[in-house]
């Protein structure tokens, strides 16, 4: 798990921190007892959409977007 926050840390740039949240999540997620790779897709697909929703959007938080740039524009 340690190892996947810093390799979250170090793609977040490139890769945006919505893709990586999600990243994130889909791999705590089976650390923490969960083996429903449905729930796991669903779950990680939910973080990047409602950091995106929520924080980029509705409160206009500017976050670093980096690949997802182009596909989900803030602005």
Known sequence: ???????????????????????????????????????IALTSILTLLGVYLIFGRWLGVPLPMGVLEDVLPLY
């Open 1 to 39: 798990l340690l190892a996947t926050y810093l390799l979250v840390i170090l793609v977040m740039k490139q890769l945006g921190m919505p893709l990586s949240l999600a990243i994130l999540t889909a791999a705590a997620m089976p650390v923490f007892g969960s083996r429903n790779w449905k729930a």
